[in-house]
């Protein structure tokens, strides 16, 4: 293992990418009504969370879930210092985005060939070419752009992937020209060992405040994957979804996201500087599930109220 972390950066402030309202209700069977999808981005947003991955501009045939992602981006209560990012695949879907005064976009590939055909029918170099000009057109509008790169450690046809190959693909996108990158941990099955591999081979070629983590805890291993990434590599942004809530319909036996509340716990437990309310995040987990009509995967949900608030030490 490199060393990355010093303690400047350990001070620095932790940043929480909310994706419950696009990765997580995406995946859901039922059609969450754009009111209740409003009130819950609008509680999000009072949380303490940095950016809020509000919608996504795919076709609405390809994913009913958001379709009203137009309305939603247009209705939400936008809060100063709170990012408002979508995800958007062409052309098309960045002129809705920029219709809605969308801050900030993420275009989506893969380190494998075999997951991108299966996601989106292209390969990794193919997807490259196809969203090169929605980059220079959201640029050109002022927008942030965010490129995520699924499958950066396991993938569900090929297998463990070599750190080479993830940073391969990420040096493609910065060149591209994306503000930052988030490797995402698609099957969950990354162990801190494997983090710490493809973070050994990537950190060297990025700025950490431009990286972040999108983990899936199918193995439970999400918070150490967390933890691993912050205190060994300086890496403060990670995107975790409330309630543990999504997956990856692509990825067979990958189940939901890093749940916020307990990312948000272990890291304060750890004495990073961090200023989302897990309690909050807590809330909005329980508005989910009254929503999609199952309980969060958080551990943190199933703790009385009364405990959640960790205790202030004296020095």
Known sequence: ???????????????????????????EALFVPTARKIDLINALSRSGVTEIEAGSFISPAAVPQLADSDEVFRAIDRVPGVTYSALVPNERGLERARAAAVQKIAVFTAASDSFTRHNIKATVRESLVRFTPVIQGAKRDGMLV??????????????????????DVMRRLLDLGVDDISLGDTLGRASPADMRAL???????????????HVHDT???????????????????????????????????????????????ALKASGAPIAVDEELIVDCARRLSALTGHPPHSRLSQVPPSHIRQPVLKV
């Open 219 to 265: 193995y439970g291993m999400a918070v150490a994957n967390v933890l691993t990434a912050w205190e060994g590599y300086g890496i403060t942004a990670f995107d975790c979804s409330a309630g543990g809530l999504g997956g990856c319909p692509y990825a067979p036996g990958a189940s939901g996201n890093a749940a916020t509340e307990d990312v948000v716990f």
């Open 199 to 213: 973070l050994d081979a990537v950190m060297p070629h990025i700025e950490p405040v431009r990286l972040s983590l």
């Open 1 to 27: 293992m490199l060393s990355f972390a010093t303690d400047e950066s350990r001070r620095l402030p932790v940043r929480i990418i909310e994706v419950s309202p696009r990765d997580g209700l995406q995946h």
């Open 146 to 167: 965010r490129g995520y790169i699924s499958t950066a450690v396991w993938c569900p046809y090929e297998g463990r992937m070599a750190p080479q190959i993830t940073l």
